[in-house]
């Protein structure tokens, strides 16, 4: 197992090193520089002398292998750089908005585990019923349908209409602000985890061994604990791990929408102004978070199933 263990976080180092190459290639070649971003909005008139003395403080006006050699160091040193914007680093502007992103993750995480899986298991139990279809269309319908078109309709009912919810923003980060976005952010991966565990649970019923369990006159509920769902759980283990680690990069659209304060917000703010060590820290750690997430699935998967480890 430690053999494994090491395997698969050396794997996740040269990805590491690929995607901070491209990260930096793509924002050196994209047209637009922070210092120009200043004079976009057309009220000021554009100062070339300005604009060049802002490029250079930021380094802009380096070679691009040389500025490809800092970045790396930087990052050797585990050193995002500093914000243009706000001349803070950027590992500290990225820890201040990690919590509220860690938050909305969990809770739309354990929103989708908490209803997915038992409906989907249910709907698995009884195919062809009146609850396997209504799952499935509504698993459909979940995975069709536009995260912020659903976030707008859940602001309009339960904030505008019933007033029963915060429309907005993180306020003082209690839970009542985190059910509209959590919700909206979790009905995606709550569509998938149905679907996918009813799959897996009717895969698992239709095997020899449940034929073979049932013919020796083990009860359904002794079928059900310890065959169905102990086989059935690699795959929802699987989805829940790609889903989880995805999220942080699916809330940005979602932060954006619900004013929350997270690194998805940070993101398109600094976008938008160009702020580019920013921009290459916050996708940078997103990568991370979502390389992180499926190595630990990886091992629980291992743990589950030793067949794994060997191949």
């Known amino acids: ?22 990260i930096f290639v793509i924002f050196s070649v994209v047209p637009g520089t922070f210092a120009a971003s200043l004079f976009a909005d057309g009220k000021r008139a554009a100062d070339p002398q300005m604009i060049a003395r802002l490029n250079e403080e930021f380094g802009l006006n380096k070679p691009l292998v040389e500025r490809f050699v800092t970045y790396v160091t930087d990052l050797a040193r585990f050193d995002l750089g500093t914000s243009f914007r706000t001349r803070q680093p950027v590992i500290d502007l990225i820890n201040d908005r990690m919590w509220a992103s860690l938050q909305l993750a969990i809770a739309a995480m354990v929103f ?12 698995a139990l009884r195919p ?7 799952t499935m269309v509504g698993a459909v319908s979940g995975l069709s349908m536009p995260q ?27 839970f009542r602000n985190l059910i509209l976005p959590a919700v909206t952010l979790g009905v ?16 698992v019923l239709n095997a020899d061994f449940i034929r073979t369990a049932h013919s020796k006159g083990m009860s359904e509920v002794k079928v059900v604990r ?11 283990v699987t989805t829940v791990g790609l889903q989880f680690g995805s999220l942080i990069g699916q809330a940005v659209v979602i932060e954006k929408l619900f004013a929350w304060p997270g690194i998805g917000s940070l993101l398109v703010d600094s976008v938008a102004i160009r702020d580019i060590p920013v921009v290459q820290g916050t996708i940078l750690v997103i990568v991370l978070w979502f390389l992180v997430i499926n190595t630990a699935v990886d091992l629980i998967y291992a743990a589950i199933d030793p067949r794994i480890k060997q191949e």
């Open 1 to 22: 197992m430690l053999r494994f263990t090491l395997r698969r976080i050396l794997q996740v180092i040269p990805t590491v090193v690929v995607v901070a190459l491209l």
């Open 112 to 123: 989708a585990l908490v209803v997915g899986v038992p409906l989907g298991f249910l709907a």
């Open 226 to 236: 310890w065959h169905v769902a102990r086989n059935a759980l690699v795959l929802i």
């Open 188 to 203: 995606t991966p709550l569509a998938l985890l149905a679907r996918t565990t009813r799959a897996g649970v009717l895969d």
């Open 128 to 134: 062809g019923s009146v609850l396997d279809t209504v």
């Open 148 to 174: 912020f078109w659903l976030g707008l309709l859940l602001m309009y009912l339960f904030a505008l209409q019933l007033n029963w919810l915060p429309s907005f923003g993180y306020g003082d980060g209690s």
